[in-house]
């Protein structure tokens, strides 16, 4: 018995069987355990591929930035260079970062990271100008980090310290780039 | 009569391609393949504004035999990869050469592929049923300036670092799942040696491998809407005499692709590609400028 709506002739009979044939069927059988084996398989592969994203972050450890005595007459910001030890992969390596140690208003010490909130381009001291200028896309900002003019779109961002046995120490971390709060992102 | 007047054509000319052709022709069908290549018609003969898209396929061939080669030396890690290019550029015997036609090459790519756009736009030829060969050519498009994106971040310097810095921190804009796209390409938080390495997975697996599949249904959705023709022509029912791509269209692509390599080999050898110091995120004097087709968008940046 001919359970299929081709002809000899290889037209379609139009009064054939309206549920599909042993070769459609089979057909889609092939179809839908090859998608579901692919996707069976790219599980392992996308987990793989995801691992830096969503594995947790370790905790960062305080830096020491110098005597806090050091900082207190300061009438510029002054630049240090921290060494942080990091996971980067699968290497463990120590990586320098450069911190602003500068003061408020108020007269407070404080620690400011040298990424822009902008872009993430390092922002150096223009001691002509008074002012932290971005060599990217021209952020400006005072002394004490507010944001002056440019694109950036929040003041640079305030790492947190400390001061213990007269040291002033400083907690490195990574901030989300162009929102208007800080975010920490590791 | 017809018949056998194609068949005595035919023998004169198997005769005339000598016996090594049959041989191979009744055992592969090159005399099919070369037709099918060669004798395609184009409605109003050859045109220098045609050359373009067989450039980019040059360009793209000669990339693959520098890459290949470059691949040879290079170590994808923070930890070597500015010492495997220090190392091309000074050391290994024509390394700096290879590496700037490489680097001049990507270069040549993107304004090669916007001439051979302008030109299709131009010419009309994206009308009558070329949506798909449109589309396909604007993925096209893409992966080229991924190439180019990804490419860039490799030889691990100063400008390498910062301009991806900026690029993933754009993709990081995304709405919704910027933020995973960043860390998806970063490999994590901060650009380090997983970045390095996705990067040069994308660069040198991912993307030419999507790059041979789409060049393979352009040119087949190109070859099946067949040539679009001149300015003057109506590209859905062309009317004007046409002329086979053998051989003057392929002379002037030859042409172009003579003038494109010795180009690129005269400014690679005589003003080779330079390496800036290895990439430093502590370094706050550096200034910090993207390669010269992204000045547009570093200029839109400061607003």
Redesign the interface.
Known sequence: MNHEPVQANGEVDPSGPLFPGRRSFLGMLLGVGAVSVGALLSVPLVRFALHPVLARTTETAWSDLGAVDEFSSITSPVKRLISIEQRDGWRKMISEKAIYVTTGLDGQVRALSSICPHLGCSIPWNEAKRQFICPCHVGVFSADGALVSGPPPRAMDELETKVEDGRLKVRYQYFRQLVPTKEVIG | MATMIDDATATVGARRRGRVFNWFDRRVGIGSLLHEALDEPIPGGERLAYVFGSGLLFLFLSQIITGVFLALYYVPS??HAHTTIAYITKEVMAGSFLRSLHSYGSSAMVVVLILHVMQTFLYGSYKGRRELLWVSGCVLFALVIGMAFTGYLLPWDMKAY?AT??GT??A??VPLVG??IK??MR????M???TL?RFFVAHVFLIPAAIFGFVAIHVYLFRKAGAAGPMSEDPIRPTQKTERFYPRQVLMDMGFRLLLIAALGLLAYFVPVELGPKA?????????RPEWYYLPV?QW???
């Open positions: 923070a930890d910062f810095t900026v921190n754009i990081g804009e933020e995973s860390r998806l490999g994590g938080n901060d380090g040696t997983l390495s430093d995120p502590a370094d706050t004097q550096y200034l910090p570093f940046l400061k607003y």
